[in-house]
Every structure is written in C-alpha cells, then in structure tokens.
C-alpha cells in the first residue's frame, strides 16, 4: 500500500466508521437506560433523517444529509417533577460512556488477533486496527467532554442555564426568572453553545414579561452564531425562537425563509404547540395567510391538551397563541352594516 492508500483506510477506519459506531452506541445506551433515570430520547437524526417523538409516537422527517449521527435526551415530562434530578442526568452520562469503552474493549477482544499479526498490515488489517483504535479515541472524547461539563461549564454559564431549568421543572413560570441578557451575567467568554442554550430560555422569559424589544440583541446574536453553520438538532429551540422574531418583531420574509428550509419537514411535522405558534406567526406576518395562520393556532390551542413538555412552557404557549387569536378575530370579525353606511 502507499502512504496515501495508508492514510485513507486509517482515517476512514478511525475518524469516519469508528465515529458513527460510536455514536450508534450512544443512542442505543440511551434508548435503554434513559427511562431508568427519568428522561428519554426524543430526537434521532442521522443521514437526513429526523425522528421525533410527540404523544409517544414516532414521526420521521427529512432535512439536509449530514453522516452525523444525533440525538437529543430531555427529562420525561410524562412523569412526575420530583423524579428527576441532576445527579440521575449526570449517571446517565456517565453509564453511555461506560458503554462506549465496554464496546470499544469488545471489538478489541473480538479482533485481538489482528494486533499480534507478525508481517505486513493488509488493508482489511489496517482498517480493523484504525477503527478500533477510533472505538477507544472516541470514547475517551466522550470522557472528556462528561468531565469537562461537570467540572468546568457547570462552574460557569452552563450551571446557571442548568439551574434555570430546574426552576421551570418545579413548576416555576418563565416571567419568574428575573433574566438578564448573557453580557450582563458575569461569566467569561461564554462558548457559542451556552449561549445558544441560553437565549431559548431567556426568549422564553422576554416573551412571557412582553419585552419584546428586548429580544433584538440576543436574537442578532444567535442568527450571528447560526447563519454559517450546519443545522443541529440541539439547535431547534433557537430555530423556532429565530423564526419567531423575525416574523413578528422584525419581520423578514428571506430569513424566516432561509431557517424553514434549513429545518426542512421538522417543523412541519412536529406536533408540539410552540411549532404550531411559531407557523402561526410565519404565516399571519410574512405571507399574510390569515387562514393558514388560524389553523395553525388553532392546531397548537389543541396541542396543549397533550401532556408534551413542562406545564409553564404550555402556559407560555397558550399565552402567545391565543395573543395571535385575538388579532385574527379581529381581522375576521365583519364589519358592522352601521358603519358600512357611513362610508
């Protein structure tokens, strides 16, 4: 083989194929344990392909093709507040990495005799070295990144955004938090990720207390951190807060647009309320489809009799749909025959 023939097979084994097994077990810890400890999976995306769970079934959609494997992990809302906390979040974690290294140690154990092979490496060969060794890299990445979260970014804007939740899990409403913008918080050099997590609470918080005003410099912000890259699932909130703003506060029809079709059928599929007001929104302001839009308030008032999601984000959303409702109702109120005469 030639050093370029070498190099190929090693970085597919290690960085491409050894990546995704990795992930997939993940997933599959996850999907196991998850429940154990009080949360669930409730998005799979992998090769253009969205999963998302709503009323305990599955729906499947289509977004851009992207080889890498996601999945977000959220607390049950479907069981009770006091079942959930830090510490069974953090064994969860702990328990998919364990997975990961137990898988890793297997595949080694399964192709051990690959590694005392005297002579040549084949290509075969090198693939299965490279793709194990990318088993126990990437579980070690996995490893690292647990520690860092626990030991760093809970000391700093993470842990607040962790106690935040918190506080809305135990029943506290959005207008309660007494938020501030990020800059105004004191932490260091917040990595775009903390403050992408933070700005769909905070956008929470602004729209229960009517600020509206106050969502221009965070939403700049994160359409700032999200315009040049890939869509990610754990980006969805500020996706659905983005095409929010810009359909109601600063309308604007080529970045509303540009975020729908980055989203792809995700949001057209999703049966959650705040989907449904966030299209309600789009269509009332942007393509002024005054029917479209009182169908989709209209879908998502009904949404908010499922049990999906906390209890003060249902509250949120019934505030913010039935806001719309009264200004449809007005459009679609006939004018009175008295005042017809006067003109």
């Not at 490279?130 to 070690?140: E, P, Q």
């Not at 135990?170 to 260091?188: H, I, N, R, T």
């Not at 700032?224 to 869509?231: A, C, K, P, S, V």
């Amino acid at each position: 083989m030639s050093v370029l023939e070498k190099t190929a097979v090693f970085a597919a084994g290690f960085l491409l194929i050894a990546l995704l097994a990795t992930e997939l077990v993940g997933l599959a810890a996850n999907l196991i344990f998850a429940p154990i400890f009080g949360m669930r999976v409730t998005t799979i995306s992998f090769f253009g392909l969205e999963f998302t769970i709503s009323d305990n079934k599955w729906t499947k959609t289509f977004h851009k093709l992207s080889p890498i494997i996601q999945y977000d992990v959220r607390f049950d809302s479907r069981k009770p507040v006091e079942s959930f906390s830090d510490k069974k979040a953090d064994m969860l974690q702990l328990v998919t990495v364990s997975a990961k290294f137990v898988s890793a140690a297997a595949v080694y154990a399964l192709f051990r005799g690959v590694f005392s092979k005297a002579g040549h490496f084949t290509k075969p060969d090198l693939l299965i070295v490279s793709f194990t060794a990318g088993m126990f890299f990437h579980a070690f990445f996995s490893l690292g990144i647990y520690l860092y979260t626990n030991l760093v970014l809970m000391k700093r804007l993470g842990g607040y955004i962790n106690t935040l939740l918190k506080r809305l899990r135990q029943g506290e409403s959005f207008a309660s938090l007494d938020m501030k913008p990020v800059e105004e918080l004191g932490y260091k050099n917040p990595t775009k990720t903390e403050s992408l997590l933070y700005y769909q609470i905070y956008m929470g918080y602004l729209a229960a207390v009517g600020d509206y005003d106050g969502m221009r410099g965070p939403s700049h912000q994160a359409m700032n951190f999200l315009i040049d890259r890939e869509y990610f699932v754990q980006d969805t909130g500020s996706y659905y807060w983005l095409i929010f703003f810009f359909s109601e506060i600063e309308p604007n029809a080529a970045l509303t647009d540009m975020l729908l079709k980055r989203l792809g059928d995700v949001i057209k599929s999703d049966k959650d309320a705040n989907a449904k007001r966030v299209l309600a929104y789009y269509f009332f302001n942007i393509r002024r489809d005054f029917i479209s839009a009182q169908q989709m308030v209209d879908a998502g008032l009904l949404a908010l009799n499922s049990n999906s999601g906390l209890a003060t984000e249902r509250e949120l959303e019934r505030q913010l749909l039935n806001d719309l409702n009264e200004r449809l109702q007005l459009i679609n109120k006939p004018v009175s025959p008295s005042l017809l005469s006067q003109n």
